[in-house]
Protein backbone atom coordinates (compact mmCIF):
# COMPACT_ATOMS: atom_id res chain seq x y z
CA UNK A 1 0.00 0.00 0.00
CA UNK A 2 2.66 2.17 1.05
CA UNK A 3 4.44 1.79 -2.25
CA UNK A 4 1.72 2.49 -4.46
CA UNK A 5 1.14 5.69 -2.46
CA UNK A 6 4.30 6.11 -3.51
CA UNK A 7 4.27 5.64 -6.83
CA UNK A 8 0.99 7.78 -7.23
CA UNK A 9 2.62 10.73 -5.57
CA UNK A 10 5.86 10.46 -7.73
CA UNK A 11 3.83 10.21 -10.95
CA UNK A 12 1.51 12.67 -10.41
CA UNK A 13 3.24 15.89 -10.49
CA UNK A 14 4.66 14.58 -14.31
CA UNK A 15 1.35 14.40 -15.32
CA UNK A 16 0.69 17.78 -13.96
CA UNK A 17 3.49 19.10 -16.25
CA UNK A 18 2.85 17.09 -19.30
CA UNK A 19 -0.95 19.01 -19.32
CA UNK A 20 -1.37 21.28 -22.08
CA UNK A 21 -2.20 25.10 -20.56
CA UNK A 22 -4.05 27.15 -23.10
CA UNK A 23 -3.19 31.32 -23.06
CA UNK A 24 -4.44 33.90 -24.55
CA UNK A 25 -2.32 34.24 -27.52
CA UNK A 26 -3.98 32.23 -29.39
CA UNK A 27 -7.17 35.00 -29.91
CA UNK A 28 -6.26 36.01 -33.48
CA UNK A 29 -5.38 39.77 -33.41
CA UNK A 30 -6.22 42.15 -36.46
CA UNK A 31 -4.35 41.57 -39.29
CA UNK A 32 -4.24 37.94 -39.05
CA UNK A 33 -4.84 35.85 -41.86
CA UNK A 34 -6.27 31.93 -40.40
CA UNK A 35 -6.28 29.28 -43.01
CA UNK A 36 -7.96 26.07 -42.36
CA UNK A 37 -8.34 22.97 -44.75
CA UNK A 38 -11.80 20.24 -44.34
CA UNK A 39 -11.95 16.54 -45.34
CA UNK A 40 -15.65 15.77 -45.54
CA UNK A 41 -15.50 12.49 -45.88
CA UNK A 42 -13.89 11.24 -42.91
CA UNK A 43 -14.12 7.35 -43.40
CA UNK A 44 -13.32 5.76 -40.48
CA UNK A 45 -11.33 8.48 -38.23
CA UNK A 46 -12.26 8.36 -34.28
CA UNK A 47 -12.15 11.04 -32.08
CA UNK A 48 -10.20 9.39 -29.18
CA UNK A 49 -10.50 8.51 -25.37
CA UNK A 50 -10.47 11.67 -22.85
CA UNK A 51 -7.80 12.11 -20.62
CA UNK A 52 -4.31 12.02 -21.46
CA UNK A 53 -1.65 12.18 -22.57
CA UNK A 54 -3.09 11.08 -25.63
CA UNK A 55 -2.03 10.81 -29.42
CA UNK A 56 -3.98 11.65 -32.60
CA UNK A 57 -2.55 10.72 -35.83
CA UNK A 58 -3.67 12.26 -39.00
CA UNK A 59 -1.23 12.63 -40.84
CA UNK A 60 -2.93 10.91 -44.08
CA UNK A 61 -5.77 13.85 -43.91
CA UNK A 62 -6.02 15.53 -47.63
CA UNK A 63 -6.87 18.52 -48.95
CA UNK A 64 -6.45 20.56 -52.14
CA UNK A 65 -7.03 23.92 -50.63
CA UNK A 66 -7.17 26.15 -48.07
CA UNK A 67 -9.70 28.71 -46.72
CA UNK A 68 -8.61 31.92 -45.34
CA UNK A 69 -10.24 33.28 -42.87
CA UNK A 70 -9.30 37.00 -42.56
CA UNK A 71 -9.40 39.33 -39.43
CA UNK A 72 -10.08 43.23 -39.90
CA UNK A 73 -10.35 46.65 -37.98
CA UNK A 74 -14.30 47.17 -37.28
CA UNK A 75 -14.63 50.24 -39.93
CA UNK A 76 -13.91 47.65 -42.60
CA UNK A 77 -17.11 46.13 -41.49
CA UNK A 78 -20.86 46.43 -43.84
CA UNK A 79 -22.72 45.54 -40.99
CA UNK A 80 -20.37 47.26 -37.66
CA UNK A 81 -23.73 49.61 -37.00
CA UNK A 82 -25.28 46.54 -36.22
CA UNK A 83 -23.73 45.14 -33.83
CA UNK A 84 -22.50 47.54 -30.76
CA UNK A 85 -19.81 46.52 -28.52
CA UNK A 86 -17.95 44.36 -31.56
CA UNK A 87 -14.15 45.90 -31.74
CA UNK A 88 -13.15 43.54 -34.78
CA UNK A 89 -14.07 41.47 -37.72
CA UNK A 90 -13.42 38.61 -39.43
CA UNK A 91 -14.33 37.96 -43.17
CA UNK A 92 -14.42 35.32 -45.18
CA UNK A 93 -14.14 35.12 -49.55
CA UNK A 94 -17.64 34.20 -49.70
CA UNK A 95 -18.15 37.70 -48.01
CA UNK A 96 -19.85 36.51 -44.58
CA UNK A 97 -18.63 38.84 -42.23
CA UNK A 98 -18.43 37.95 -37.99
CA UNK A 99 -17.79 40.03 -35.44
CA UNK A 100 -16.55 39.52 -32.50
CA UNK A 101 -15.66 41.46 -29.36
CA UNK A 102 -11.81 40.24 -28.07
CA UNK A 103 -11.39 41.11 -24.08
CA UNK A 104 -8.27 40.19 -22.19
CA UNK A 105 -9.94 35.93 -21.40
CA UNK A 106 -12.55 36.08 -24.36
CA UNK A 107 -13.61 36.00 -27.95
CA UNK A 108 -16.94 36.83 -28.04
CA UNK A 109 -19.36 36.40 -31.23
CA UNK A 110 -22.00 38.98 -31.30
CA UNK A 111 -23.22 37.59 -34.52
CA UNK A 112 -22.93 37.59 -38.36
CA UNK A 113 -23.92 38.75 -41.57
CA UNK A 114 -23.84 35.07 -44.11
CA UNK A 115 -25.79 31.84 -44.95
CA UNK A 116 -28.57 30.59 -42.17
CA UNK A 117 -27.52 27.89 -39.55
CA UNK A 118 -30.09 25.23 -41.15
CA UNK A 119 -28.20 25.21 -44.61
CA UNK A 120 -31.46 26.09 -46.69
CA UNK A 121 -28.99 28.50 -48.38
CA UNK A 122 -30.11 32.06 -47.13
CA UNK A 123 -27.89 34.54 -46.40
CA UNK A 124 -29.01 36.87 -43.93
CA UNK A 125 -28.16 38.95 -40.22
CA UNK A 126 -27.86 36.37 -37.39
CA UNK A 127 -27.13 38.04 -33.62
CA UNK A 128 -26.50 36.13 -30.79
CA UNK A 129 -28.07 36.80 -27.40
CA UNK A 130 -25.90 36.78 -25.02
CA UNK A 131 -22.60 36.62 -27.14
CA UNK A 132 -21.60 33.01 -27.85
CA UNK A 133 -18.24 32.57 -26.38
CA UNK A 134 -15.73 31.40 -29.32
CA UNK A 135 -12.48 31.34 -27.06
CA UNK A 136 -11.53 31.31 -23.54
CA UNK A 137 -8.24 31.95 -21.95
CA UNK A 138 -6.52 30.88 -20.00
CA UNK A 139 -8.18 27.26 -20.49
CA UNK A 140 -6.87 24.53 -18.56
CA UNK A 141 -7.20 20.41 -18.47
CA UNK A 142 -10.72 20.01 -16.55
CA UNK A 143 -12.39 23.43 -17.01
CA UNK A 144 -16.13 23.35 -17.44
CA UNK A 145 -18.55 26.13 -18.91
CA UNK A 146 -22.32 25.71 -19.03
CA UNK A 147 -24.12 28.87 -20.53
CA UNK A 148 -27.17 28.90 -22.38
CA UNK A 149 -27.18 31.65 -25.70
CA UNK A 150 -29.85 32.40 -28.31
CA UNK A 151 -29.16 33.17 -32.03
CA UNK A 152 -31.78 34.37 -34.05
CA UNK A 153 -31.92 35.53 -37.70
CA UNK A 154 -34.82 37.75 -39.31
CA UNK A 155 -35.95 37.40 -42.64
CA UNK A 156 -38.40 39.02 -45.16
CA UNK A 157 -40.35 37.01 -46.98
CA UNK A 158 -38.66 38.53 -50.34
CA UNK A 159 -35.60 36.25 -49.15
CA UNK A 160 -37.31 33.00 -48.77
CA UNK A 161 -36.52 30.44 -50.84
CA UNK A 162 -40.49 29.73 -52.81
CA UNK A 163 -40.06 26.07 -52.01
CA UNK A 164 -40.05 27.12 -48.41
CA UNK A 165 -42.34 29.31 -48.54
CA UNK A 166 -44.43 26.77 -49.54
CA UNK A 167 -44.32 24.67 -46.62
CA UNK A 168 -45.59 27.49 -44.68
CA UNK A 169 -49.34 27.33 -44.04
CA UNK A 170 -49.53 31.39 -43.64
CA UNK A 171 -48.69 34.28 -45.43
CA UNK A 172 -46.05 36.56 -43.10
CA UNK A 173 -45.06 40.14 -42.97
CA UNK A 174 -41.60 38.37 -42.22
CA UNK A 175 -39.89 34.81 -40.14
CA UNK A 176 -37.34 34.88 -37.79
CA UNK A 177 -35.19 31.54 -37.44
CA UNK A 178 -34.66 31.10 -33.59
CA UNK A 179 -31.94 28.76 -32.44
CA UNK A 180 -31.60 28.31 -28.06
CA UNK A 181 -29.11 26.49 -26.82
CA UNK A 182 -27.70 24.77 -24.06
CA UNK A 183 -24.08 24.37 -23.84
CA UNK A 184 -21.66 22.67 -22.09
CA UNK A 185 -17.90 23.28 -22.41
CA UNK A 186 -15.25 20.77 -20.71
CA UNK A 187 -11.16 20.85 -21.83
CA UNK A 188 -11.55 16.65 -21.58
CA UNK A 189 -8.37 15.41 -23.34
CA UNK A 190 -4.77 16.50 -24.69
CA UNK A 191 -1.68 15.13 -26.23
CA UNK A 192 -0.26 15.55 -29.12
CA UNK A 193 -1.95 16.06 -32.71
CA UNK A 194 -0.22 14.56 -35.97
CA UNK A 195 -1.28 16.45 -39.26
CA UNK A 196 0.45 16.49 -42.73
CA UNK A 197 3.97 18.53 -42.27
CA UNK A 198 3.49 19.35 -37.95
CA UNK A 199 3.09 18.17 -34.49
CA UNK A 200 1.22 20.16 -32.34
CA UNK A 201 1.07 19.63 -28.54
CA UNK A 202 -3.36 20.33 -27.42
CA UNK A 203 -6.31 20.81 -25.44
CA UNK A 204 -9.00 19.28 -26.29
CA UNK A 205 -12.33 20.89 -25.55
CA UNK A 206 -15.91 19.08 -26.35
CA UNK A 207 -18.66 21.11 -26.74
CA UNK A 208 -21.87 19.84 -26.42
CA UNK A 209 -24.95 21.67 -27.84
CA UNK A 210 -28.78 20.59 -26.70
CA UNK A 211 -30.50 23.29 -29.35
CA UNK A 212 -34.58 23.85 -29.41
CA UNK A 213 -34.81 25.52 -33.45
CA UNK A 214 -38.28 27.43 -34.02
CA UNK A 215 -39.83 29.25 -36.47
CA UNK A 216 -40.94 32.18 -35.62
CA UNK A 217 -43.57 34.37 -38.05
CA UNK A 218 -44.78 38.03 -37.89
CA UNK A 219 -48.05 38.44 -38.98
CA UNK A 220 -50.08 42.07 -39.63
CA UNK A 221 -51.03 43.59 -36.67
CA UNK A 222 -49.80 40.53 -34.38
CA UNK A 223 -45.99 40.36 -32.93
CA UNK A 224 -44.04 37.95 -33.56
CA UNK A 225 -45.32 34.27 -32.67
CA UNK A 226 -43.90 30.88 -33.24
CA UNK A 227 -45.42 28.58 -35.95
CA UNK A 228 -42.81 26.19 -35.47
CA UNK A 229 -45.70 23.43 -34.57
CA UNK A 230 -47.73 24.67 -38.24
CA UNK A 231 -45.17 22.91 -40.13
CA UNK A 232 -45.49 19.71 -41.55
CA UNK A 233 -42.70 17.12 -40.96
CA UNK A 234 -39.38 19.06 -41.66
CA UNK A 235 -35.79 17.97 -41.46
CA UNK A 236 -34.94 22.21 -40.07
CA UNK A 237 -36.71 22.54 -36.80
CA UNK A 238 -37.04 20.91 -33.27
CA UNK A 239 -34.57 19.46 -30.83
CA UNK A 240 -31.16 18.19 -31.83
CA UNK A 241 -27.78 17.87 -30.19
CA UNK A 242 -24.82 17.80 -31.56
CA UNK A 243 -21.22 17.53 -30.36
CA UNK A 244 -18.05 18.79 -31.80
CA UNK A 245 -14.32 18.63 -30.67
CA UNK A 246 -11.95 21.62 -30.51
CA UNK A 247 -8.38 21.23 -30.71
CA UNK A 248 -6.11 23.94 -29.57
CA UNK A 249 -2.64 24.85 -28.94
CA UNK A 250 -0.05 27.50 -28.04
CA UNK A 251 1.30 26.99 -31.34
CA UNK A 252 -0.46 28.22 -33.48
CA UNK A 253 -3.92 30.66 -33.69
CA UNK A 254 -5.88 28.57 -35.47
CA UNK A 255 -7.40 25.30 -34.07
CA UNK A 256 -5.33 22.56 -34.89
CA UNK A 257 -8.58 20.96 -35.84
CA UNK A 258 -12.34 20.74 -35.23
CA UNK A 259 -13.97 17.56 -35.40
CA UNK A 260 -17.86 16.81 -35.25
CA UNK A 261 -18.50 13.73 -34.07
CA UNK A 262 -21.77 11.41 -33.62
CA UNK A 263 -22.07 8.15 -32.72
CA UNK A 264 -22.06 5.98 -29.07
CA UNK A 265 -19.94 8.03 -27.06
CA UNK A 266 -19.45 10.80 -29.77
CA UNK A 267 -16.44 8.56 -31.35
CA UNK A 268 -16.83 8.35 -34.92
CA UNK A 269 -15.70 11.58 -36.91
CA UNK A 270 -18.47 12.96 -39.67
CA UNK A 271 -16.07 15.82 -40.82
CA UNK A 272 -12.73 17.50 -39.90
CA UNK A 273 -11.35 20.77 -40.32
CA UNK A 274 -7.86 21.62 -39.88
CA UNK A 275 -5.07 24.07 -39.96
CA UNK A 276 -3.81 23.72 -43.44
CA UNK A 277 -0.42 22.59 -43.88
CA UNK A 278 2.08 25.51 -45.69
CA UNK A 279 2.42 23.70 -48.81
CA UNK A 280 -1.67 23.98 -49.26
CA UNK A 281 -1.95 27.21 -47.50
CA UNK A 282 0.67 29.10 -49.72
CA UNK A 283 -0.49 27.13 -53.07
CA UNK A 284 -2.45 28.82 -55.72
CA UNK A 285 -5.18 26.69 -55.37
CA UNK A 286 -7.12 26.53 -58.98
CA UNK A 287 -10.34 27.84 -56.92
CA UNK A 288 -11.46 31.64 -57.12
CA UNK A 289 -12.42 33.25 -53.77
CA UNK A 290 -15.85 33.79 -53.50
CA UNK A 291 -17.31 31.98 -56.48
CA UNK A 292 -18.62 28.32 -57.27
CA UNK A 293 -16.59 26.17 -58.74
CA UNK A 294 -15.14 21.97 -58.17
CA UNK A 295 -11.48 20.77 -57.65
CA UNK A 296 -11.00 17.34 -58.12
CA UNK A 297 -8.05 15.54 -56.22
CA UNK A 298 -5.63 14.32 -56.15
CA UNK A 299 -4.85 14.90 -59.72
CA UNK A 300 -3.38 13.10 -61.07
CA UNK A 301 -5.59 10.01 -59.97
CA UNK A 302 -5.28 6.60 -59.61
CA UNK A 303 -8.57 4.87 -58.16
CA UNK A 304 -10.44 7.25 -56.43
CA UNK A 305 -10.59 10.71 -56.53
CA UNK A 306 -12.48 13.58 -54.95
CA UNK A 307 -14.35 16.30 -55.97
CA UNK A 308 -15.15 19.60 -53.58
CA UNK A 309 -17.72 21.95 -54.76
CA UNK A 310 -17.65 25.28 -53.05
CA UNK A 311 -19.26 28.37 -52.82
CA UNK A 312 -22.68 27.18 -54.72
CA UNK A 313 -26.50 28.39 -54.35
CA UNK A 314 -28.88 25.83 -53.16
CA UNK A 315 -29.93 23.90 -56.29
CA UNK A 316 -29.07 20.49 -58.25
CA UNK A 317 -25.87 20.24 -60.37
CA UNK A 318 -24.59 17.38 -62.39
CA UNK A 319 -20.68 16.83 -62.33
CA UNK A 320 -19.60 15.26 -65.56
CA UNK A 321 -16.53 13.65 -66.68
CA UNK A 322 -15.53 13.82 -70.57
CA UNK A 323 -12.97 11.77 -72.67
CA UNK A 324 -10.48 13.75 -74.27
CA UNK A 325 -12.58 13.58 -77.71
CA UNK A 326 -15.41 15.40 -75.27
CA UNK A 327 -17.53 12.29 -74.98
CA UNK A 328 -19.31 12.30 -71.79
CA UNK A 329 -18.22 8.75 -70.02
CA UNK A 330 -20.25 9.58 -66.99
CA UNK A 331 -22.41 11.66 -64.94
CA UNK A 332 -23.56 12.49 -61.10
CA UNK A 333 -26.61 14.63 -59.92
CA UNK A 334 -25.83 16.11 -56.64
CA UNK A 335 -28.14 18.68 -54.59
CA UNK A 336 -25.97 20.98 -53.36
CA UNK A 337 -25.72 24.01 -51.03
CA UNK A 338 -22.97 26.10 -50.45
CA UNK A 339 -19.88 22.89 -50.15
CA UNK A 340 -19.99 19.62 -50.62
CA UNK A 341 -17.20 16.34 -51.13
CA UNK A 342 -17.85 13.58 -53.89
CA UNK A 343 -16.00 10.76 -54.01
CA UNK A 344 -16.08 8.62 -57.50
CA UNK A 345 -14.53 5.10 -57.97
CA UNK A 346 -12.18 5.75 -61.38
CA UNK A 347 -11.51 2.21 -61.43
CA UNK A 348 -13.78 1.54 -64.47
CA UNK A 349 -12.31 3.89 -66.68
CA UNK A 350 -8.78 3.52 -69.25
CA UNK A 351 -5.89 5.65 -68.10
CA UNK A 352 -5.70 8.68 -69.67
CA UNK A 353 -6.44 12.67 -69.60
CA UNK A 354 -10.35 13.36 -69.01
CA UNK A 355 -12.21 16.93 -68.20
CA UNK A 356 -14.86 17.21 -65.48
CA UNK A 357 -17.24 19.92 -65.65
CA UNK A 358 -19.67 21.27 -63.40
CA UNK A 359 -23.22 22.06 -65.08
CA UNK A 360 -26.09 23.98 -62.97
CA UNK A 361 -30.17 23.72 -62.99
CA UNK A 362 -30.38 25.73 -66.52
CA UNK A 363 -27.05 23.82 -68.61
CA UNK A 364 -24.58 26.47 -67.89
CA UNK A 365 -21.45 24.71 -67.10
CA UNK A 366 -19.54 26.72 -64.27
CA UNK A 367 -16.45 25.33 -64.06
CA UNK A 368 -14.68 22.51 -66.33
CA UNK A 369 -10.88 21.48 -65.74
CA UNK A 370 -8.55 18.57 -66.28
CA UNK A 371 -8.22 15.39 -64.90
CA UNK A 372 -5.49 12.86 -64.99
CA UNK A 373 -6.06 9.19 -64.46
CA UNK A 374 -2.94 6.86 -64.03
CA UNK A 375 -2.65 2.94 -63.47
CA UNK A 376 0.80 1.71 -61.78
Not at 9 to 38: E, R, T, V, Y
Not at 91 to 110: F, H, I, Q
Not at 188 to 198: C, R, S, V
Amino acid sequence: MYRLLLIALLWWPLCLSAQINISANIFPAIGDSLKMSSDRLAEGLKTGNAGGPQTWNFKDLQTPYANTTVFRPLAAGNWSSEFHGANMIASTPDNSEAYYRKTGTTMELLGYYGLDPLGIGIKGLCRFKPARIDRRAPLRFLDRYDYTFEMIMELSVDDLLPSFLDSIPITPDSIRIRVSTKRQELAEAYGTFQLPGNVYQVLRVKYTDQMVISLDAKLPFIDWQDVTGMLPDNEYFGERTETNFYFYSNQAKEPIAIMGATGRNNIDVTHIEFKAPFEIAEAKQGLIPGQPGVLAYPNPAIEKARFDFVNLDPGTYKLVLYNILGVQVWQEELWISGSKTLKVDLTKFTKGTYLYSLIDEKGKSLSTKRLMIIRP
